[in-house]
């Protein structure tokens, strides 16, 4: 074991990979402080390119834009009242109160001690949990492994924004689409349409991207196009000038401050790490599960919404903390716990590793040097967002006009670099285009990703279960780990949606 840490170590702490995770953390930051762009937008954008990279530096690229990410969308939230990603619109409520309050300092620095704790929590979680676990899956049969994926489905769609009706109708629409090319156990071919390109099935890079960027990008445009970013900016200079005469030596976050944030930042890494864990639960329901939490258990239950710190710490804290444990459920069971965790779980795939029980057994020093990549991450998280705090703001100013061709050209160059295939650019506009009439609609995307990326595993567990069983149906509920899944389930949801309930 101790050679194992050591080689680990030697891996994760290698030049090549510490200038990866310090270059990841300062685009992730730098993306997630301009609304509309996203830590996850760009990974899908750059995973084309792990192909050229050592799996250790990819990973350390990854993790960084990831944790750079988390954080950089409470930059904007707390400056200009509009959340780089949605995990940090709760930290929007008492983040832009609290500027406006003339104490943008104490509420930033509280929003990256509070992120750093409980993506640190998180993480610390991930490692203990994550081995014990897939030691476990690794007794599963395909009964078991059915249940498992239909728990995940469930939750998944049921637990996406509270939509469960559209959150299981984009799931459904995912796993159809990863039933495109060969079937699993005949070979033959099924769903193209007539169309040779499809027969190897659709890839994951260009749906991927088509989904996150090219919807994304899309949507910018068009917010553009109707000068809604023009009127945010000239709320912005509105609200900058009211804060002239800005003292900054008088918003220093002092310790007693930072000491009495401390329990909802505990809360927030609570809640977050549990619900992280959750196939599907996502950052913005961690986050304002901890908000209300830490408000209910506040001393200062009143401030909340009027620029309470601890508002800040528990909501930062809360999303942050998700970080790590959707990690879980991807490296135990091969299941993606987010649509973040998804875009790792396709790193993997396109590095030669296989998400799932088998991932650590096989892949255990690179997963170990992941491990400690995890932590290192947190720390250039916190150095480099404490010394270029003051900068960070300013980011938010920088127009999107400038940022969406750039996007779009490299999103087409990535999905046609990946293969040298025509048809994967054709499959990337395609994905884009059903992203944008989803989102039209108001449907959640990550159900639709997690169902493409769980689908094929889901549909060979039940074809190996139904062959086992004879085709009987009763086979699936035959297994006592299979019905607790089940039940799992069923009580998750309704605690939920009595929680939602409540919420309202």
Do not use: C
Not at 84 to 91: D, F, H, L, Y
Not at 104 to 115: I, M, R, V
Not at 267 to 279: D, E, M, S
């Amino acid at each position: 074991m101790l050679d194992l840490i050591i080689q680990a170590s030697q891996l994760a702490f290698h030049p090549y990979v510490l200038m990866y995770v310090f270059l990841g953390v300062l685009l992730g930051i730098t993306l997630g402080a301009i609304p509309g762009l996203s830590g996850d937008m760009a990974i899908a954008l750059l995973l084309p390119f792990v192909f050229f990279l050592e799996p250790a530096m990819a990973m350390g690229l990854l993790v960084g834009i990831y944790k750079g990410g988390l954080f950089g969308g409470s930059i904007s939230a707390i400056s200009f009242g509009v959340p780089g990603t949605p995990g940090a619109a709760a930290t929007s409520i008492d983040g832009y109160q609290a500027k406006l309050k003339g104490k943008p300092s104490k509420a930033l620095h509280t929003a990256l001690y509070s992120s750093v704790i409980g993506d640190t929590t998180s993480d610390l979680v991930l490692i203990f949990i994550a081995v014990p676990l897939a030691a476990i899956a690794l007794t599963f049969g395909p009964i078991e492994f059915f249940a498992l994926y239909a728990f995940s489905l469930i939750l998944i769609a049921a637990l996406s924004q509270g939509m469960v009706a559209k959150g299981l109708a984009v799931a459904a629409i995912g796993i159809l689409l990863a039933m495109i090319g060969r079937d699993p156990i005949t070979g033959a071919v099924r769903m193209t349409f007539g169309i040779p390109g499809l027969a190897g099935g659709l890839s994951l890079i260009p749906v991927l991207i088509g989904i996150f960027a090219i919807s994304e990008v899309v949507f910018q445009g068009a917010k553009l196009w109707r000068r809604k970013v023009d009127r945010i900016m000239d709320d912005v200079a509105e609200q900058a000038s009211l804060l002239q005469g800005y003292d900054i030596s008088k918003d220093k976050l002092t310790w007693a401050e930072f000491k009495f944030t401390l329990k909802a930042t505990y809360i927030g890494a609570a809640v977050g790490t549990f619900i992280g864990a959750l196939p599907g639960a996502g950052q913005s329901l961690a986050a304002f599960m901890s908000y209300g939490l830490a408000q209910r258990f506040s001393k200062r239950p009143e401030d909340f919404g009027k620029g309470s710190l601890e508002g800040i710490a528990s909501a930062e804290s809360g999303n942050s903390a998700t970080a790590g444990s959707t990690f879980i459920p991807l490296f135990a069971f091969g299941i993606p716990g987010s649509a973040t965790a998804a875009l790792f779980g396709a790193a993997f795939i396109l590095m030669g590793m296989t998400p799932g029980p088998s991932l650590l057994s096989d892949n255990t020093e690179i997963i170990y040097a992941l491990f400690f990549t995890l932590i290192f991450a947190n720390l250039v998280n916190l150095v480099l967002g404490k010394l270029l705090l003051p900068y960070y703001s300013r980011i938010a100013m920088i127009q999107p006009g400038y940022m969406i061709p750039a996007v779009f050209i490299l999103a087409i160059i990535g999905t046609y670099a990946a293969n040298n295939s025509t048809m994967d650019v054709w499959v990337l506009l395609f994905a884009g285009l059903l992203g944008i009439t989803l989102k039209l609609l108001s449907f959640p995307l990550a159900p639709l990703v997690l169902g493409f990326i769980i689908g094929p595993g889901a549909e060979r567990a039940l074809r190996q279960s139904m062959i086992m069983g004879g085709g009987d149906w009763w086979v699936l509920v035959k297994s006592p780990i299979a019905i607790g899944f089940y039940i799992a389930a069923f009580v998750l949801i309704m605690l939920f949606t009595l929680a939602l309930r409540a919420k309202k």
